[in-house]
């Protein structure tokens, strides 16, 4: 069982292109689960171990992957990003804490992008963005922050600006050290060295930075004071607060990059860590005591209390059926015997993996707030509830549009 204050589970929604399964693939690269680089042309890609994803060069189901990262643990839910699979997103959200926006820089916010964000929102996903592709010709950071403003009517609060863009992007300024960030990349990857910011970006940087500051103390006090008199503020006054503006789900991180360079993704993981939430950082789940709507019951992050986990995915391999649950309650233990209270049938969990990409890892037990992969569930089905069969408690269920809501 991981520390569940330090863990992450969250997914990458994206506009088909706009780079979501190259973010992923440097994640498992950072995470130091890959060595070998996939690129996505090449068809090798580490999420996409389906064949037909493969063919089609999209993301079509919902692989789960724990990254560990600078002692914390991210679980990555591959969610579609193909607007025919709406309904496996909205599976996959539903089971998200939070969740990283990728945009393609030289396009903003795109029609797909403002549909699973709209899904987002209904779940009240906080909410990180990332503008990658700012190596592209035609990349315009100001551009893709209006963008997300006027499209997504959300709160976009840059905490890096980017240095030069297209063929003369070399990093980044961080704004809340107010340090330049240079990058330089060869077939490895890429190393990067802190410097002071460049005397003809300063003014930009502090125009930036002052936009970031005002925006972040609409969540604390103190930082407004400090702003309004124009103090010194701690890296913490101001993690803290943009902290609080997006578990709020009111206030958007922004990063920025270039996934295809190695640009910017370390700092989007130091973000996902600082700024999303953590299970325990959720509000409890209402679930209903055997099914029975009238009778309602918390469902709580606590490893103590009894199972209650929701199945989001099924899949097949050679292995048989692979069920991935999200556990919101209790602790699972391969060889148990539980309950599907939807289907009210008993079902034996015969092993409990942890997931990466393909592979995976046999678990004795895993606890609220992982996500795992079973091995035994024969008549569970996407969206039931498996719990302990002596205190039943159905999750709410999760409804599927049939059809795709066009936005204006
Ligand atoms: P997805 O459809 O959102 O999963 O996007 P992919 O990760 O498959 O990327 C789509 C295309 O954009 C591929 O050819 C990538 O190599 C390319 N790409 C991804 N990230 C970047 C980037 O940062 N810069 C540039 N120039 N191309 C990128």
């Known amino acids: 069982m991981g520390d569940l204050a330090n863990t992450r589970n969250i997914g990458i929604m994206a506009h088909i292109d706009a780079g979501k399964t190259t973010v992923s693939?440097?994640?498992?690269?950072?995470?130091?689960?890959?060595?070998?680089?996939?690129?996505?042309?090449?068809?090798t890609a580490v999420m996409d171990y389906m064949e037909e994803e493969q063919k089609r060069g999209i993301t079509i189901t919902s692989a789960a992957t724990k990254c560990p990262w600078k002692g914390a643990e991210i679980n990555l839910i591959d969610t579609p990003g193909h607007i025919d699979f709406t309904a496996e997103v909205e599976r996959s959200?539903?089971?998200?804490?939070?969740?990283?926006?990728?945009?393609?820089?030289?396009?903003?916010?795109?029609?797909?992008?403002?549909?699973?964000?709209r899904q987002g929102q209904k779940y009240g996903l906080p909410c990180l963005c990332f503008i990658n592709k700012m190596d592209k010709i035609g990349a315009d950071?100001?551009?893709?922050?209006?963008?997300?403003?006027?499209?997504?009517?959300?709160?976009?609060?840059?905490?890096?600006?980017?240095?030069?863009?297209?063929?003369?992007?070399?990093?980044?300024?961080?704004?809340?050290?107010?340090?330049?960030?240079?990058?330089?990349?060869?077939?490895?990857?890429?190393?990067?060295r802190e410097m002071e910011i460049p005397a003809d970006l300063v003014d930009q940087a502090k125009r930036y930075r002052a936009r970031m500051l005002e925006q972040a103390a609409e969540y604390d006090d103190a930082l407004m004071d400090a702003f309004v008199n124009d103090e010194p503020v701690?890296?913490?006054?101001?993690?803290?607060?943009?902290?609080?503006?997006?578990?709020?789900?009111?206030?958007?991180?922004?990063?920025?990059?270039?996934?295809?360079?190695?640009?910017?993704?370390?700092?989007?993981?130091?973000?996902v860590i600082a700024y999303l939430p953590s299970?325990?950082?959720?509000?409890?789940?209402?679930?209903?005591?055997?099914?029975?709507?009238?009778?309602?019951?918390?469902?709580?992050?606590?490893?103590?209390?009894?199972?209650?986990a929701l199945a989001f995915k099924i899949t097949s391999d050679a292995h048989g059926d692979l069920s991935f649950l999200r556990i919101y309650q209790g602790t699972l233990k391969s060889g148990t015997r539980v309950l599907n209270v939807n289907r009210n049938v008993k079902e034996n969990i015969t092993r409990v993996f942890e997931m990466h990409a393909s592979e995976r890892k046999i678990l004795e037990t895993a606890s609220a707030g992982d996500i795992v992969a079973v091995v035994g569930l024969r008549q569970t089905l996407t969206g039931d509830t498996i719990c302990d069969s002596k205190k039943p408690v159905m999750l709410p269920s999760i409804t599927f549009p049939q059809t795709v809501i066009t936005m204006s």
């Open 141 to 192: 950071f100001e551009m893709s922050l209006r963008s997300i403003h006027e499209k997504l009517l959300a709160n976009p609060v840059a905490m890096q600006i980017p240095m030069g863009a297209g063929d003369s992007f070399a990093g980044i300024i961080d704004l809340v050290s107010m340090q330049a960030v240079f990058y330089e990349t060869d077939k490895m990857g890429a190393s990067f």
């Open 93 to 117: 959200l539903r089971v998200l804490d939070g969740a990283v926006a990728v945009f393609d820089g030289s396009e903003g916010v795109q029609a797909q992008s403002e549909t699973v964000w």
């Open 25 to 43: 693939e440097r994640i498992l690269y950072y995470a130091g689960k890959t060595y070998k680089m996939g690129e996505v042309h090449e068809g």
């Open 234 to 271: 701690l890296p913490e006054t101001i993690h803290g607060a943009v902290r609080k503006g997006t578990l709020a789900g009111t206030l958007h991180p922004v990063f920025v990059g270039s996934a295809l360079r190695y640009i910017g993704v370390q700092r989007l993981l130091d973000g």
């Open 279 to 308: 299970p325990i950082d959720k509000p409890a789940l209402i679930g209903h005591k055997g099914g029975d709507e009238s009778q309602e019951v918390p469902v709580k992050c606590d490893p103590k209390a009894s199972l209650v």
